[in-house]
């Protein structure tokens, strides 16, 4: 139940011709505490409930538990979220061993497109695509969590 992932922003839409997959993404968070964030999620016509706990100090690696719930549950629980929704499409692309997910925002984080990659370890190493930007890891305004409160969009009016 531990997750360890590394974000990166992404430099062009090139992957859109690699990805195996797309699907839309809408979701909330019932709490964003620091030490904890409680997530609802509709992915297409699927709905998930996740709890994240605090991330490790270098941003790689915290607590994730998620369940699948029914779409129904998912659109009753997205009615009582924290302000904003967030949309986004979700591309994934398999690079060798490993597959990235990349999100790009509509709203009021349109503009921003990120991907993550899994790893089973810290350490792990992975190919990096030419559509690969800058890494964020453990960079909280990168968070869904943040950017629900604090949006891409005032980011540079702050």
């Known amino acids: 139940m531990i ?20 699907i839309r993404i809408s979701q909330g968070f019932l709490n964003t505490h620091p030490e904890r964030t409680v997530r609802v999620r509709l992915k297409d016509d699927q709905g998930y409930l996740t709890v994240k706990g605090k991330s490790s100090k ?20 997205l009615k009582l979220c924290e302000p904003t929704i967030i949309d986004k499409e979700r591309y994934e692309v398999k690079v060798k061993n490993h597959t990235f997910e990349i999100d790009v925002f509509f709203g009021d984080n349109k503009g921003l497109v990120v991907a993550e990659v899994e790893l089973a370890f810290e350490n792990e190493t992975f190919e990096i695509p030419e559509w690969l930007g800058a890494e964020v890891t453990g960079q909280i305004k990168f968070y869904n969590s943040q950017l629900s409160s604090h949006p891409f969009k005032v980011w540079g009016k702050q």
């Open 3 to 22: 997750e360890i992932e590394r974000k990166f922003l992404v430099t062009s839409d090139a992957f859109k011709k690699e990805a195996i997959k797309k």
């Open 58 to 77: 270098n941003g790689l690696s915290r607590f994730e538990w998620e369940k699948e719930i029914p779409k129904s549950e998912a659109e009753a629980l």
